[in-house]
């Protein structure tokens, strides 16, 4: 019999339980991809898109949209078939991993990946690929957790173990460099708050009942120990959405001093197409490019 690895195990029980995948941040992150969604986008492509909760927010709020969830798991893929036929969602999904991409997606407005780059081992082979798969000055949206300083070592370890991780990025910069290495212009970056996830009801009697479930003692426990291991690794992270652009840097908003010194790279304020945030002339004069220049100096004096 063939051993699953942890990423596999971590997959297989997603899709057996029909979970809600949400983005790092959950309904915070989904409501600031949503703000900046260009209003005229007619592709847009969520790659990585688990059992597809975000692909089936994104054609609600765009109906006019073709919105294209992708992911290399064929049993997820089910799932958020399943999910968006229960809800009339006019979302398609498609079990494609990276190499084939290309095949099923060109001249997308719009890329989201929700949290995903985090399981591959080659981060700049996909940001390539995605790069590849949007038209001229089309955007990345990549959700991200980035992790304190102070962040026991042992925690993150655990983490990669238990949720098969590839790809951990030490921090903003690293993600933005590596961006950038595609041929990605990062221009806007939001930090949101720290995200606890609620152990609702329901939960908890899913728990209950795969525990005098045969067979299922074991589901019911990994589940457990992924939760305190969530519930440990929320006090020392917070989400991060990087918007990117495949054309000319875009504009930093709504930056200061106190921003910069905090956050690393230089931007906390995200335009939207619903509440555009007021614009400092100074800001407004600089390129994106010696902002974030600017941000990394005084990153490296605080570290």
């Given at each position: 019999?063939?051993?699953?690895?942890?990423?596999?195990?971590?997959?297989?029980?997603?899709?057996?339980?029909?979970q809600k995948n949400v983005p790092p941040?959950?309904?915070?992150?989904?409501?600031?991809?949503?703000?900046?969604?260009?209003?005229?986008?007619?592709?847009?492509?969520?790659?990585?898109?688990?059992?597809?909760?975000?692909?089936?927010?994104?054609?609600?709020?765009?109906?006019?949209?073709e919105v294209i969830g992708v992911d290399p798991n064929p049993a997820i893929?089910?799932?958020a078939r399943e999910a968006a036929r229960l809800e009339a969602s006019t979302a398609i999904f498609s079990c494609a991993d990276t190499a084939a991409l290309q095949s099923v997606v060109s001249e997308a407005d719009v890329v989201i990946c929700g949290g995903s780059v985090v399981f591959f081992d080659r981060p700049l082979d996909l940001y390539r690929t995605v790069a590849s798969c949007l038209r001229p000055g089309g955007l990345l949206m990549d959700c991200h957790y980035v992790y304190d300083p102070d962040v026991p070592l042992?925690?993150?370890?655990?983490?990669?173990?238990?949720f098969g991780l590839g790809w951990m990025p030490t921090g903003v910069n690293d993600i933005?460099?590596?961006?950038?290495?595609?041929?990605?212009?990062?221009?806007?970056?939001?930090?949101?708050?720290?995200?606890h996830f609620e152990d609702s009801a329901a939960?908890?009697?899913?728990?209950?009942?795969?525990?005098?479930?045969?067979?299922?003692?074991?589901?019911?426990?990994?589940?457990a120990k992924r939760r305190r291991l969530i519930s440990k690794l929320a006090h020392h992270r917070h989400p991060y959405l990087l918007v990117a652009s495949t054309g000319e840097p875009i504009v930093a908003e709504?930056?200061?001093?106190?921003?910069?010194?905090?956050?690393?790279?230089?931007?906390?304020?995200?335009?939207?197409?619903?509440?555009v945030a007021a614009r400092r002339s100074a800001v407004l004069q600089r390129s994106f490019r010696r902002e974030s220049t600017r941000a990394t100096i005084l990153q490296s004096s605080y570290s």
């Open positions: 019999m063939k051993t699953l690895s942890s990423q596999d195990y971590y997959f297989s029980i997603v899709a057996a339980l029909k941040g959950g309904e915070a992150m989904m409501d600031a991809i949503l703000a900046v969604l260009p209003s005229g986008s007619r592709k847009i492509i969520d790659f990585g898109c688990n059992t597809g909760w975000i692909s089936r927010r994104v054609a609600r709020a765009f109906p006019q949209a893929i089910e799932v042992s925690l993150r370890e655990e983490e990669k173990e238990m933005v460099s590596v961006h950038e290495e595609a041929g990605l212009r990062v221009g806007k970056i939001k930090r949101l708050s720290r995200f939960a908890r009697l899913a728990r209950d009942v795969l525990h005098v479930v045969p067979k299922m003692q074991e589901l019911a426990e990994a589940m709504s930056v200061t001093e106190h921003d910069r010194a905090e956050v690393g790279v230089a931007f906390e304020g995200v335009a939207s197409n619903r509440h």
